[in-house]
């Protein structure tokens, strides 16, 4: 799939890609759980000033991603959590969270997933969760958002009729926030919310685009922590932007809500 520097892709090549991106990141799934529940050393990342894991299961499973995808689209770029970037032959990049939620991992929670996204600008065409443990897949693009589990697959659409007071809110934990000025916003939207739970990682946001949970709000979010997860909200009707309403593609501070009048909600309390 030869490609020049700022080109779009149809829509066969997009569910090409996919359907692709869907079959290795099998592959990689079954490399983390030889790792999951086990007695497995731990690493911190240096120059962080706090606790940010990694681990060999991490490492191994971006690497076998890199090499299918590198093998597969040898046009497309790489962004890997773990080895940063290897640059392509055009503009669009395929986007890697290898175990995104490291802290739920080496806990024996199976609220960690692996990420995978393809991304061109602002624009991510398809975005997928892996959660091996339970066996299940959530994707999404202009096709549409599933969940596909053990041979079936179900179409995901999020709460339209949710407002803020009745919202299921979720948020991995308060320690994210950049600063007291965001927490204190999170707390805001927080109080008038009818429930909100700490935990969840990606699965919170692929819990949204389920119609389980219809709010997620954090900040320090990395590239690789939200783009592939846009795709799979947004096929899903869901709404999910940085906090100045722009598409999340940078990370940061992230609102993603089940409805586009929620959405409002929680940004004008910020």
């Not at 080109?7 to 066969?12: A, N, P, R, V």
């Not at 739920?104 to 960690?112: D, E, L, N, V, Y």
């Not at 393809?118 to 959530?138: C, I, K, S, W, Y």
Request: glycine fraction near 10%.
């Amino acid at each position: 799939m030869g490609r020049d520097p700022l080109t779009t892709l149809s829509t066969t090549e997009v569910a090409e890609a996919l359907g692709f991106a869907l079959r290795v990141v099998q592959d990689a799934g079954e490399i983390a759980l030889r790792y999951f529940r086990t007695a497995l050393a731990v690493d911190n990342k240096p120059g962080k000033g706090r606790f940010d894991p990694v681990t060999q299961a991490d490492r191994e499973v971006e690497a076998s991603l890199r090499e299918a995808l590198a093998r597969r689209f040898p046009d497309f770029g790489i962004v890997g959590e773990e080895t940063g970037s290897t640059p392509g032959r055009s503009d669009l990049n395929w986007v890697i969270d290898p175990i995104d939620g490291t802290k739920a991992f080496i806990s024996g929670f199976p609220t960690w997933g692996i990420l995978l996204g393809l991304q061109q600008g602002d624009r991510v065409h398809a975005g997928l969760m892996h959660q091996p443990v339970t066996g299940e897949l959530f994707y999404g693009s202009a096709a549409g958002a599933f969940l596909q589990c053990r041979g079936q697959r179900t179409a995901m659409h999020t709460r339209q009729q949710v407002a803020l007071d009745e919202a299921l809110l979720y948020c991995t934990h308060p320690s994210m926030f950049a600063n007291e000025a965001n927490l204190e916003a999170f707390g805001r939207v927080a109080a008038k919310a009818r429930l909100q739970r700490f935990g969840g990682d990606c699965y919170a946001y692929c819990m949204l685009a389920l119609g389980q949970v219809d709010l997620v709000v954090e900040d320090t979010l990395q590239p690789y922590d939200i783009v592939p997860l846009i795709p799979i909200i947004e096929a899903a009707g869901g709404v999910v932007t940085d906090r100045r309403g722009r598409a999340p593609v940078a990370g940061g501070f992230v609102v993603a809500a089940a409805n586009r009048q929620l959405h409002q909600e929680v940004m004008s309390l910020l």
